[in-house]
């Protein structure tokens, strides 16, 4: 998985995701860990080559309020990096 860092969001501190499984990891800065399955490679490489994106927006997008996407767990976790 390759670690997207934080760019203009105030509710995620990082997202991991890969291009190849099509999955998304998603660290929100409130300490809750979400993962994602089938979420749209097109999707995942945009928000690879498009430093400008925000995380938020595109969580919300493509993950969370995605009719295409499936939540596969949740967790309570502290981001140490």
Do not use: E, H
């Not at 291009?19 to 945009?46: E, M």
């Not at 996407?69 to 502290?78: D, E, I, P």
């Amino acid at each position: 998985m390759q670690r997207i860092q934080s760019r203009t969001s105030d509710a995620c501190t990082c997202v991991y995701v890969s291009l190849l499984k099509g999955t998304a990891l998603v660290v929100f800065k409130n300490g809750g860990t979400y993962s994602y399955s089938n979420v749209s490679r097109r999707a995942i490489l945009n928000l690879m080559v498009n430093p400008s994106m925000s995380l938020g927006f595109w969580v919300n997008t493509n993950c969370s309020k995605s009719d295409r996407a499936v939540t596969s767990g949740r967790w309570n976790t502290v981001c140490l990096g």
